[in-house]
C-alpha cells in the first residue's frame, strides 16, 4: 500500500541570477513499512526533500501526498497538527530541550498536542532504546548516542506513519551509528512504520530496502536492494 507519493516536486530559492534549484520536477512514491535511505553529496537537495515530506519546508512547485492526503493544501495550523500526529523527524543535532530531562523530551510532543501520554508506549520505548537508567537525566548529562535515542523517543511517542531521519548518525561514531540504525530498523519493523533516511554512510544505505539518489536535485537512481 502506497504511503508517501510526490509529484513533479520543485524549490527554488532566490531569483534571477541568484536562483537556486533545490529540487528539480522529482517524483516518486514510496510504499508503507518501507525502509528507503537517500543518498547524495552535500547541496545535492536531499535535505531539502526531507523537510519538505516533513511539512517544515513548503515546495515550490508539484504535491506530497501522505496515505492519500494532500499535504500542502492543508493551512498553517492543520499542517502543525499533520507535522505532529503524522510523521516523526529525528535530526543529526538532536534539538533536545536543555532543561528537560530524557522523559519530559520524549513525550513533550503528546503533551504539546494536547494529548495523554501512552504510558505502555512509553515503556516500551524507554526499554528498546536502553535509557531506563537514565530518566531523570537532562540532556547535557547524557552522551552523544544516549542523546540521540531520546530524540528517536521523542519521534516515535506519537506512533507517526512515517519517520524521516536526517543524517541520524553524522554526529557518532561507528558504534554508536550501528546501534541507532538497528534501533531504526526495529522500528521499522516493530510497528510498521515507514522510514526514510538521508546519509553519506554506504553502509547505513545498504542495510535499506531501496536506495534513492539524488544530485544536482533529481534523482538520478532508484534501486530496490531488498523485498
Known amino acids: 500500500m502506497e504511503i508517501l507519493k510526490v509529484e513533479n516536486l520543485t524549490k527554488v530559492y532566490g531569483?534571477?541570477?541568484?536562483?537556486?534549484?533545490?529540487l528539480d520536477d522529482v517524483s516518486f512514491s514510496i510504499e508503507k513499512g518501507e525502509f528507503v535511505a537517500i543518498i547524495g553529496p552535500s547541496g545535492s537537495g536531499k535535505s531539502t526533500l526531507l523537510h519538505i515530506l516533513g511539512g517544515v519546508d513548503k515546495p515550490s512547485s508539484g504535491k506530497v501526498y501522505m496515505d492519500g492526503?494532500?499535504?500542502?493544501?492543508?493551512n498553517d495550523e492543520q499542517l502543525a497538527v499533520f507535522r505532529r500526529r503524522f510523521v516523526g523527524l529525528i535530526y543529526q543535532f538532536y534539538n533536545l530541550i536543555p532543561v528537560l530531562n530524557v522523559v519530559e523530551n520524549m513525550t513533550l510532543p503528546v503533551l504539546m498536542d494536547g494529548r495523554k501520554v501512552n504510558e505502555e508506549r512509553l515503556k516500551d520505548l524507554i526499554d528498546i532504546?536502553?535509557?531506563?537508567?537514565r530518566l531523570k537525566n537532562l540532556p547535557n548529562q547524557l552522551s552523544g548516542g544516549q542523546q540521540q535515542r531520546v530524540s528517536i523517543g521523542r519521534a516515535l511517542m506519537n506512533a507517526p506513519a512515517v519517520v524521516l531521519a536526517d543524517e541520524p548518525t553524522g554526529n557518532l561514531d561507528s558504534k554508536n551509528s550501528q546501534e541507532i540504525i538497528s534501533l531504526l530498523k526495529e522500528s521499522n519493523r516493530k510497528y510498521e512504520q515507514t522510514l526514510i533516511v538521508i546519509t553519506h554512510d554506504e553502509n547505513i544505505a545498504l542495510q535499506a530496502d531501496r536506495?534513492?539518489?539524488v544530485?544536482?536535485?533529481k534523482i538520478v537512481r532508484d534501486e530496490r536492494i531488498r523485498r
Open 15 to 22: 531569483s534571477g541570477e541568484n536562483e537556486v534549484r533545490a
Open 69 to 74: 492526503q494532500d499535504v500542502y493544501a492543508q
Open 129 to 133: 532504546l536502553g535509557l531506563k537508567n
Open 211 to 213: 536506495v534513492i539518489s
Open 215 to 217: 544530485e544536482d536535485g
